[in-house]
């Protein structure tokens, strides 16, 4: 075992006999001889222009150990057998290391129930800026990653505006349903949103095995009452159980649920199937980063054992206890102009029945595209 300091800042490492241990800022990480090399950020190692890497991992012995270590200006330089240096800045050790990973969120959120969210008062953005300012679409996704929701107002009542703003934010995601849609409640679709029925909260498209991102809803007529739309932060109520029942909440995580579409009509034949946990949770940070629920579209439950099933409604139980929580309920009335943005693996919709004509337009967005505009403007995601 070996151990140098770094005069500069605290730094110290040692090498153990299968990995490098390095104490930096008073905290010990751990990084593995073969990452290193594998991480190795010189010109013949990596493309430095199209961020890729350009060593063959295949060819790394297994067993590699560096020659020589030493800590030099900050930095971490290590001689591998046969000569080739790799240099690592401790800072950028510091921010990639699996220590550094579990204590740090993937992306900030704050959750809300009713109460916290319109405390915050979050403002709309503006039709006219939102589409011409880079800096209004910056503080639209910064709402929108933080609490899973995010309004644009003073919207022309039209599908091509609709579009229109929907592109500002992100690429749209073609479904079965069609780039853009427009319905209203007359059953034209084998399902229950194409009707005047009050919708309980649910996520979207959980039977694709990868559903949808973003939802956009725009109200462009409605001559009748009620139809008011609800929306629950399923990752309030999911952390409320985390918080009461651990188990429950771990169990929600472990066990695969089947969702599934099947619409049988003259113009549509569809049967998609998407399986995975109610919750889904980064196994480094055990960060929440997509709910999966809807009760109208959960298939049969026939891939676990009848004892784990019982223990399985135990805990959905729990959850749909915390969803419907009245102080957990933001009801919004969508009008005219009003175009909102869902987080369709955070925030649940639903809404109240309603009568008389009401038309609604709106798409899915990609959701990788989204975070990629939002990191485009240094936000984190």
Not at 274 to 294: C, D, F, H, S
């Amino acid at each position: 075992m070996q151990s140098r300091a770094c005069a500069a800042r605290p730094a110290t490492f040692q090498l153990l006999e299968n990995c490098l241990e390095l104490d930096y800022g008073g905290t010990p990480m751990r990084f593995n001889y073969v990452w290193l090399r594998d991480h190795c950020r010189s010109a013949s190692s990596y493309n430095s222009k199209t961020k890729q890497r350009n060593v063959d991992t295949g060819s790394i012995e297994l067993t590699i150990r560096p020659d020589n270590t030493t800590v030099q200006d900050g930095h971490l330089v290590l001689t591998w057998p046969g000569g080739h240096v790799s240099k690592y800045s401790l800072s950028w050790l510091a921010e990639n290391s699996y220590e550094g990973k579990r204590q740090s969120s993937v992306q900030p959120r704050i959750l809300w129930n009713s109460d916290i969210y319109k405390k915050a008062n979050i403002p709309s953005a503006k039709w006219d800026t939102f589409m011409s300012s880079d800096d209004e679409l910056k503080k639209f996704l910064q709402n929108y990653l933080l609490y899973g929701i995010a309004f644009v107002d003073d919207v022309p009542a039209t599908v091509e505006a609709t579009e229109a703003v929907t592109q500002r934010v992100s690429l749209i995601r073609e479904t079965t349903y069609g780039r853009m849609w427009c319905f209203t409640s007359d059953f034209s679709r084998g399902d229950t949103a194409y009707s005047q029925l009050a919708l309980d909260r649910h996520t979207d498209t959980s039977y694709f095995q990868e559903p949808c991102g973003i939802q956009v809803f725009h109200c462009l007529k409605h001559e009748g009452t009620g139809g008011r739309t609800l929306l629950v932060d399923g990752f309030y109520a999911a952390e409320k159980v985390r918080q009461k029942s651990p188990e429950h909440f771990e169990l929600l995580a472990r066990v695969p649920i089947r969702h599934e579409y099947i619409e049988n009509t003259d113009n549509h034949r569809n049967h998609i199937t998407g399986i995975g946990p109610v919750l889904n949770v980064y196994p480094w940070n055990n960060e929440m980063y997509l709910i999966r629920y809807n009760n109208y579209d959960r298939s049969v439950i026939n891939t676990i054992p009848h004892d784990v099933v019982q223990q399985w409604y135990v805990a959905h139980r729990e959850l749909t206890t915390e969803l419907r929580r009245p102080e957990n309920e933001l009801w919004v009335k969508l009008t005219p102009g009003k175009v909102i943005f869902i987080d369709n693996w955070r925030v649940m919709h639903g809404r109240e029945s309603f009568t008389g004509l009401r038309q609604l337009c709106g798409c899915y967005l990609t959701r990788d595209d989204v975070l990629s505009a939002a990191r485009g403007f240094g936000l984190q995601a």
